[in-house]
């Protein structure tokens, strides 16, 4: 099968509410394309027209080159693992890894080797007898793996595949997802995901959705080095925000005058949102000094996060080998290089408050 998939302006709507909206977007030949955003904003419904289950009301779907929009789900090509895996559960592990390759209409004689590569490639091959009913849900979720392996698909679509394991299998299962691509180099994967940790660990490269549309697509770390849009830079990691007036090569936030890269686009006067990650701000002074109240401090590990409220506006830093933090109360400077500050268009309306509940979620 050959792989790829291309949406060319897909619409989706339900009784006259666009769910999916002009998507174009190519996902190419073996490469891990994760769809990441909030719930309700349009992954899976692209997905299931990839998949075949819903019909874009305008536009079209390629897979492997192939315009496949008027095609039944069977002759796409593509395996499919959802959430809840949907094994059946009066089938032997065998029959279940088997039931695609059957439906396909393989020949008889290659059914049980295209089984037992599919077993053996999730490290399974040890439960082909097995009922569902008798393994652990990691290994479950494997079995629907090898499900839709066993068809040999050019495209691999995956809606949440490890939303419903706890936070030690899944981790595991991430690493097990990145190991089965390295072995199957050829097949495309479509990962539907609202969690940027399996987005930034398992994609080449992240489309990020909200509200029916396409917002932003790059590698990990394009989106998240040089966000476009405030949705992106608070969806793809933390991101300090600020309400800023833009000048030439300068901007003014809260009255001061702080540096910024050159040949940004926002025009002279206009209100822009400048976005600084928490761990490129420094504690004490530097250039783009600013002075604040320090309001918090959590500790993680190999690093501080330092809430600092400066004029009204609660800054995040994470700091490295602070030995002794400053406590809630202290007058406190933080600093950035104006490199590391990336000027956005003014976000305005709902994207605003999503913005303040990640922050709230640190
Ligand atoms: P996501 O995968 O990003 O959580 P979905 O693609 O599942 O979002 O859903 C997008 C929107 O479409 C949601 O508002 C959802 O309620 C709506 N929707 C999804 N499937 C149906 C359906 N079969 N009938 C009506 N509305 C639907």
């Not at 019909?55 to 080159?65: L, M, N, T, W, Y």
């Not at 849900?137 to 066993?150: E, F, N, P, S």
């Not at 250039?287 to 995040?316: C, F, I, K, S």
């Amino acid at each position: 099968m050959t792989s790829g998939i291309r949406f060319d302006g897909v619409s989706v709507a339900y009784g006259g509410t666009v769910v999916l909206d002009s998507l174009d977007l190519t996902v190419e030949p073996g490469e891990v394309m994760a769809l990441l955003g909030p719930s309700g904003s349009g992954k899976t419904t692209a997905l299931r027209a990839v998949a075949g289950f819903v019909r874009p009301a305008s536009g079209r779907v390629f897979i492997g080159g192939r315009d496949v929009t008027g095609l039944p789900p069977y002759r796409r090509g593509i395996g499919m693992v959802v959430q809840s895996y949907a094994l059946f559960p009066h089938m032997r592990v065998e029959d279940n890894v088997a039931f695609g390759p059957r439906a396909q209409k393989a020949p008889r004689s290659e059914i049980p080797g295209r089984v037992a590569e599919a077993l053996e490639l999730t490290d399974m091959a040890g439960y082909a007898r097995r009922y569902p009913r008798e393994l652990s849900g990691g290994q479950q979720q494997r079995v629907a793996i090898a499900r839709a392996l066993a068809v040999r698909p050019g495209v691999l679509l995956l809606d949440e595949p490890l939303s419903a394991l706890d936070a030690q299998l899944r981790s595991g299962m991430l690493a097990e997802l990145a190991r089965l691509h390295r072995e199957l180099p050829d097949v495309s994967v479509l990962y539907v995901t609202h969690d940027q940790v399996e987005a930034l660990t398992l994609a080449d490269r992240i489309a990020v959705m909200d509200r029916a549309r396409l917002r932003d697509c790059g590698t990990p770390e394009e989106l998240y080095r040089r966000p476009r849009t405030e949705f992106t830079a608070s969806f793809v990691g933390n991101a300090n925000l600020l309400p800023v007036t833009a000048g030439t090569d300068t901007v003014t936030f809260a009255g001061r005058e702080l540096k910024v890269p050159a040949g940004g686009s926002a025009a002279r006067g206009a209100a822009a949102t400048l976005c600084v990650r928490p761990h490129l701000v420094g504690l004490g002074d530097g250039p783009n000094a600013l002075r604040g109240t320090l309001a918090e401090v959590q500790w993680r590990g190999a690093t501080h996060r330092l809430y600092v409220d400066v004029a009204g506006h609660r800054l995040m830093a994470d700091v490295r080998e602070l030995r002794d933090p400053p406590p809630p109360g202290a007058e406190v400077v933080l600093h950035f290089a104006p490199d590391d500050a990336v000027l956005l268009p003014a976000g305005a309306g709902p994207e605003a408050g999503v913005r303040a509940e990640v922050a709230a979620h640190g």
